[in-house]
């Protein structure tokens, strides 16, 4: 059994910021194996891609929306990938999911990703 754990949502003001984490477990579960990544779904619309660390080097991508705002990073030695939020608007409201994916890299897909989160609301006021 992999379980996913997120943490760090909240309510916030425009132009805020949140560090949300991601912690994984499991007895068969490698961290390191595993591609991660960020989604999130505001009230009302499908679930999006926001952004993707490799398992190693950490080389990374982001959706368009985020860029330069978003940073996805993270730590194998403690199981968990962050993603830091700068300069949040009120359309980054959603809930915020983390997902592994066994490869290399994960990409935007997240129907290729294998396990999933129960997320974290984020909650930007204006």
């Known amino acids: 059994q992999v379980h996913l754990v997120e943490s760090g949502g909240g309510l916030v003001q425009a132009g805020g910021s949140l560090r949300l984490s991601c912690t994984a477990s499991?007895?068969?579960?490698?961290?390191?194996?595993?591609?991660m990544a960020w989604f999130r779904q505001a009230p009302g619309k499908p679930r999006e891609f926001v952004a993707t660390i490799s398992r190693n080097f950490g080389i990374t991508s982001y959706a368009d929306s985020v860029k330069g705002r978003f940073t996805i990073s993270r730590d194998n030695a403690k199981n968990t990938v962050y993603l830091q939020i700068n300069s949040l608007k009120p359309e980054d409201t959603a809930v915020y999911y983390c997902a592994g994916r066994f490869a290399r890299y994960g990409g935007d897909d997240q129907n290729a990703y294998d396990y999933w989160g129960q997320g974290t609301q984020v909650t930007v006021s204006s």
């Open positions: 499991g007895r068969t579960f490698t961290f390191s194996n595993y591609a």
